[in-house]
């Protein structure tokens, strides 16, 4: 499919596919969509109000985000860890990553910090399904696959549901997957996402997920966060 890059509102710019007129990110801004719906509502919420004996660092935050794309989820999420200096293990699911010309167009680094342009090349230069540190707060592991072939259990605090639009490939927005999204997260974990589909909102439920409705972020009215509550929680 015919792919080009874009500049988005907030001049960040992302990839869009041209067939299914779809981008990697929102066009009202990347990097200001990413910052909302992921550090925002996902690490931050999760370091700061679910797990507040993080903040002394003792305990790393793992996440698993599904659609590792440009890298940007997990740039901003090495930043975040380095300035908490909060360790954070971080594992980025993509069926077809994004192809280096692609990434070297991108102009994140620029806009964030251009103080950490070897972390973001180092993000993408090192190899697949091999963990890898980034710094000393930041461990990444690129894993190439589907998202229907994730077997984990029990492993990660939070995950970045990052899939493209149900518009366009409603087989990744189901039961079956957001099943497999339960049974990846810790007891008390959370699930983040930019959508906020009620079909969406609705299959979360169904597999036991608690699901919020928040702001969205710029040009979008909302978004979902899911929690995964403990089995012996009180109902």
């Avoid at 909302?36 to 985000?65: A, D, M, R, T, W």
């Avoid at 939070?158 to 366009?168: K, L, N, P, S, W």
Wanted: with cysteine; hydrophobic share 35%; proline share 4%.
């Amino acid at each position: 499919m015919k792919r080009k890059i874009i500049t988005t509102s907030d001049g960040s710019k992302t990839i869009q596919i041209e067939d299914w007129n779809e981008q990697y990110h929102s066009i009202h801004g990347a990097i200001q969509e990413a910052n909302h719906v992921f550090i925002k509502h996902g690490l931050l919420f999760y370091y700061q109000s679910c797990h507040p004996e993080l903040v002394s660092g003792s305990n790393s935050i793992s996440i698993l985000e599904i659609g590792f794309g440009t890298g940007l989820n997990a740039f901003l999420a090495y930043l975040k860890a380095e300035e908490l200096q909060q360790p954070i293990n971080y594992v980025g699911v993509e069926a077809y990553p994004v192809k280096s010309e692609e990434i070297k167009q991108l102009n994140y680094v620029e806009l964030i910090s251009e103080n950490n342009n070897a972390e973001f090349n180092k993000i993408h230069s090192i190899p697949w399904e091999e963990a890898q540190k980034i710094s000393p707060s930041f461990t990444l592991e690129k894993q190439e696959k589907f998202f229907k072939d994730i077997t984990d259990e029990n492993k990660f605090d939070i995950i970045y549901f990052d899939a493209f639009g149900a518009r366009v490939q409603p087989e990744l927005w189901t039961e079956d997957i957001f099943s497999i999204m339960y049974k990846a997260l810790k007891d008390n974990g959370v699930l983040v996402t930019y959508s906020a589909k009620g079909s969406v909102r609705r299959a979360m439920q169904a597999v036991g997920f608690t699901v919020e409705r928040l702001p969205g972020p710029p040009g979008k009215r909302e978004m979902l966060r899911a929690t995964k509550h403990s089995a012996n929680a009180e109902s």
